[in-house]
């Protein structure tokens, strides 16, 4: 009986680890090297990766589309909804914008090592260029959050606050 469990156990397991393993179909594999298909495609998205809001959200600075879901219980005016999309739209272009940037010169740091024509300068380039694709992309994100606190009233804010809380 303990031999039966003890088999049931790992068949169950490995099952559990092997459905853990299988890879995400939405996913577009990576064709960088340096970035998993996780990573590639957060980028390419315009998905926050490193959790560049988290500053304005916990200071309570909402994001335009957390205002836009809710648009109708924080009762958001025509001329809101208007502006929030455009601070919205323009967001998530620049997400995407940000994502091809750091995602070429992942590429590019990648051939350069691949086929040993690295040195100092061009390293030093390249890094300074991704912290300045970074800078650029978490400026983004929280002009959005602020530029999105000076749209709403403060009663807007404390709602939308409340809404977040209950979800």
Avoid: W
Wanted: net charge positive; glycine share 2%.
């Amino acid at each position: 009986m303990l031999k039966f469990l003890s088999a049931v156990t790992i068949i169950i397991f490995t099952g559990i680890n092997a459905n853990a393993q299988t890879p995400d179909s939405t996913l577009t594999p990576s064709t960088v090297k340096t970035l998993t298909d996780v990573q590639y495609n957060a980028l390419l998205r315009g998905n926050d990766l490193y959790n560049m809001a988290l500053v304005a959200e916990i200071n309570k600075y909402p994001s335009a589309d957390k205002a836009l879901k809710f648009k109708k219980e924080i009762d958001l005016s025509p001329s809101q909804v208007t502006a929030l999309t455009k601070i919205n739209t323009e967001l998530i272009r620049k997400k995407k914008e940000m994502g091809d940037f750091i995602i070429t010169n992942e590429t590019k740091l990648d051939a350069l090592f691949r086929t040993k024509k690295i040195n100092e300068s061009t390293l030093i380039y390249y890094t300074n260029r991704f912290g300045l694709y970074q800078g650029e992309l978490r400026n983004a994100i929280l002009n959005a959050a602020v530029n999105t606190n000076n749209l709403l009233s403060p009663q807007q804010v404390n709602k939308l606050q409340a809404m977040k809380n209950h979800n």
